[in-house]
């Protein structure tokens, strides 16, 4: 098997190539130099090709590329054995090597066609030319659509500044009437005060020195006293609403447990004269606030209480707390006469009463303090009612102003 092998690439029995052409050296010199230029191109474009494989391998498959590479080389081994077989007659290892291109070129061939179908599909030079402008002018209708907007907002900036503006000096405006209308309403409260405190007082002085026996007079002077009483407590929460707005807020770290207590101690005479009964359950929680802002929150939520129960019911109310994940909620549920629900955005108001004065004694200012107190401070209120069975005033406390809370708070 070797001997064959060997016999098949042995030299002794040919002549090279150059005997053909009698060793003239023109022809020599055409053929090789012919040859090597052949083979030198013929290994400089698969080195092309792969190199455009390896910047750009989305254009074209690498079994494709590999097999042009390979068909060109070999090619290009051909011409350079047909170099050699000039001066050596190696004719058996160029058979081999052209075997080799024709199994190459073969496989190339095939390649070539399968390949054929997905370049058919390509688009045309024109096509591309059409797409191309297509796209142009659609960018060309961008770039005006964007300018358009570009000017649109420009203008609508332009407005948002001039309303900001506007509003602005509204706002400024507001405030100084606000201001005013506090500053008015702080005064004439005040200066209202004395007048009605020599009204309350001489009434009662002439109700005390009445000799006369006359019941319809004495009715009188009640109605004088009663009604001057009113309207001194009703200048007195005014003068209260508009201290508010002059209060300078003194931030301090306050125990809700001892703010209420505090506050009922306030009102133990109400409460002993109506015989009520407080059920308190508020854990050790401590909050930063105004403690007098806070006073005027509690006493007025839980006087109201106490107040607007009927006299035929013993006042029952329960102060809670709750956690919540804004927070904590001080709660104040009483069994007094609630009120329509419908009416709960309105309870607010300054002067709102949802009970005739005959029912009980009020001003309808004690929730508008209550109100502008919390703005104060930051907090909100939200109140549930069922009318003649009671109401609950959820007042929500922000995370941020808890200093800290026991395990029963949470």
Known sequence: MLEDIRFYFETNSF???????????????????????????YFIIPTALLYLYYKRSDLVQSRIILLFSAFILACGLTHLVGLITLWNPVYGFEGVVKAGTAVVSGLTA???????????????????RLKNDALGLSIAEQRR???????IKAELEIRIQER???????????????????DYAHFASHDLQEPLRKIVSFSELAIEQDTTGDAEQRLY??????SARRARTLVRNILHHAEIDQHTVDIQDLSLRAETEATLENLELAINDRQGRIDTDIPDIMVRADPSLVAQVLQN???????????????EIAITTARTDQGVDYIIKDNGMGFDPTLKD??????????????????????????????????SISVDTVETQGTQFTISIPEDQI?????SGE
């Open 15 to 41: 002549l090279a190539h150059g005997y053909c052409m009698t060793w003239r050296t023109d022809l020599i010199a055409l053929h090789a130099l012919s040859d090597f230029v052949i083979f030198l191109s």
């Open 110 to 128: 095939v390649a070539s066609w399968m390949l054929m179908p997905a370049a058919l599909k390509l688009p045309s030079a024109q096509t591309l």
């Open 145 to 151: 659509a964007n300018a358009e907007l570009e000017t």
């Open 164 to 182: 900001t503006r506007e509003l602005q000096s509204k706002a400024e405006a507001l405030e100084r009437m606000n201001a005013s209308l506090s």
């Open 221 to 226: 002077l009640e109605k004088i006293n009663e």
């Open 301 to 315: 939520i839980i006087g109201n209480a106490i107040k607007y129960t009927p006299a035929d019911r013993v006042p």
């Open 346 to 379: 309105r309870i607010f108001q300054p002067f709102m009463r949802l009970h005739s004065n005959a029912s009980v004694d009020g001003t309808g200012m004690g929730l508008a303090i209550v109100v502008k107190a919390l703005g104060h401070l930051g907090w």
């Open 403 to 407: 200093v800290s809370a026991d395990a």
